[in-house]
């Protein structure tokens, strides 16, 4: 994970890959989120208000981000109360865990987060981790995940398809065939495409070709 990039996209005021509503996605297709157990599991949350509109739908999201900007950001422009603890991951690395009776976030390092922290997940919303991964960390990054899921296990994954010689990412080009090679244990189906090239002042500077954002399912 490349810190110094991520931390310098947070100390601007406008970043394309931050929104300022819940995404299109997941207010359409939360329900393929639906089973008895309502814990969701977020990845690289970063300040998202994906995670208010889970937690409105009576969901209790998980979110895990490791920049400290993007955790102090998402408690204070939300006005949120929480309650904090503190670990050692066996890392030896620091994790802090924000919680209330709505969700939980936690500001630590995906790869030292365990299910010995947060249990294992039924539900996952995956907007924002696989697609910031360079290819060399993908593996491992589905190898963890895949420890914190519990059996007939679901993924929301979006991700970001466009012409790779155009832009090097992140967000990181990723095709059907690497989800299912990643994730060969689950059935993937597409659920959306929508364009995003017109959605952000950087994408119309890079003049690219196409720039499709695709939500995928991931059923184990």
Known sequence: MDFEFWDNCWNRESQPFHLAEAHTFLVKYVQELFSTEHKVFVPLSGKSLDLLFLAEKGFYPVGVEFNPKAVHKFID???????SKEL????GNQLICYQNDSMAVWL???????SEHVGKFKQVYDRAAFIALPESMRKDYARHLKSLLDENATILLVTMDYVPDEMSGPPFHITLD????????????????CSLLDTHPRWKELELSRLDEVLYKITF
């Open 77 to 83: 422009e939300n006005k949120l109360q929480f309650e």
């Open 88 to 91: 050692v991951a066996e890392s």
């Open 108 to 114: 630590a390092d995906f790869f030292d987060i365990t």
């Open 178 to 193: 690497e989800i299912k090679q990643q994730f060969p244990e689950g059935q993937v189906e597409e659920l959306c495409r």
